[in-house]
């Protein structure tokens, strides 16, 4: 299987990677670039699981969503585990790529379209190797382009830079400069992912600064008018970026 990574189309397969995956794959440069997209990330934890799918669900129907991520920092393999087995046919059912957070070993295991690596998690090659060609195994990056550039040499499918704002799902040290996405945007094929505290007043600057994806978990989960409401608001903010 081969996938077509060039900057601008996130939909082309050549060879059938499952459209779960596919949907974060470039395609050609003389392609105009479509709208940066959604990639949502779950709350650090989730105490009612059965609530929370259906929280899941109405998000996911409010607007266009490229991936979910689940992330549970403190949640044992158990409880990861169901997490994914609760969450997993709500996402793919609607064409959302399901990325888990660190694991490779669990995010195979689960049948997770992919596994997102911070920079002390296990390397690339050994996510590649657990979880197969197909895998969408993308790298937090934090502020710098050397490490983005080192991913992508190692065979990332795509990276991640932030937190451009501030945030209270994790601790951040790194504030890159919106400037970032813009220059990965203009020199490297790859799909870059903007991330930490993105709001939907601060998603479109993002997108025109050329973030591909944008990456939210508390502006849409803690919404005052819900999780459906906030994904509204940010799919109209990343469509209204020309």
Request: proline share 7%; hydrophobic share 45%.
């Amino acid at each position: 299987m081969q996938v077509v990574r060039t900057p601008y189309d996130y939909s082309v397969d050549v060879g059938g990677r499952a459209p779960q995956a596919r949907c974060m794959a470039r395609e050609s440069v003389t392609s105009p670039r479509p709208p940066c997209r959604l990639y949502l990330i779950t709350p650090p934890s989730i105490p009612r699981l059965t609530a929370f799918v259906d929280d899941l669900e109405a998000a996911l129907d409010a607007g266009d969503v490229a991936a979910l991520q689940i992330r549970l920092k403190d949640a044992d393999d158990a409880a990861v585990l169901a997490a994914v087995a609760a969450l997993k046919p709500a996402a793919q059912a609607r064409g959302v790529a399901v990325i888990l957070n660190d694991r490779p070993d669990l995010a195979a295991r689960s049948g997770c379209d992919g596994v997102h690596l911070g920079q002390s998690d296990a390397s690339i090659a050994e996510a590649r190797d657990r979880m197969g060609r197909d895998a969408m195994i993308g790298v937090t990056c934090h502020d710098s382009r050397e490490l983005a550039m080192d991913a992508a040499e190692a065979g990332a499918d795509y990276v991640a830079f932030g937190a451009f704002f501030p945030t209270g799902t994790k601790a951040t040290v790194h504030r890159p400069d919106p400037e970032i996405l813009t220059i990965w945007q203009e020199t490297v094929e790859i799909p870059c992912v903007a991330i930490g505290g993105i709001r939907a007043a601060t998603a479109g600057d993002l997108a025109r600064a050329g973030a591909d994806f944008v990456a939210v978990s508390a502006a849409v989960w803690s919404h005052p008018r819900g999780p459906a409401a906030a994904v509204r608001e940010l799919d109209a903010a990343l469509r209204s970026v020309s």
